[in-house]
């Protein structure tokens, strides 16, 4: 190759480009040919661990809300079986009271009609039929 063909091949690369040709290599990518040092046996390791321990820890924090999440729903459901009972004491107590009412109703009408018999009996006018 002559000067002026090594000089033409740059023309148009820009200027980050070395001003060498750029010829592919021989590639060394053949996996039987990799080695594994002790120091990346152990970075390997140390990177499994922590991610580990990451997901250790994700896991616990998440335990830790769902706890929380829990005692939560004991607490409403605790509150919510409290306001169930009063309303059901108000309620069989207003069914108590009615059944009373009912009662003393009968009871005050019947002793209106003896009233009326009693007037009537007796004579006096103007006592409603």
Request: aromatic share 6%; glycine share 14%.
């Amino acid at each position: 190759m002559t000067i002026n063909a090594t000089r033409d091949a740059h023309i148009g690369r820009g200027g980050l480009w070395p001003y060498g040709l750029v010829t592919p290599g021989r590639r060394d990518d053949d996996a039987s040919k990799l080695r594994l040092t002790v120091r990346d046996g152990l970075l390997l390791l140390a990177g499994c661990l922590g991610m580990y321990g990451a997901q250790v820890g994700v896991q616990w924090g998440m335990r830790s809300d769902i706890r929380d999440l829990k005692t939560s729903f004991d607490n409403y459901q605790q509150r919510q079986d409290g306001t169930n009972g009063e309303l059901q004491r108000q309620i069989n107590e207003w069914r108590g009271e009615t059944k009373l009412n009912r009662e003393n109703n009968a009871t005050t009408d019947k002793a209106v009609a003896e009233l009326k018999g009693i007037l009537l009996g007796a004579g006096i006018k103007g006592v409603p039929k």
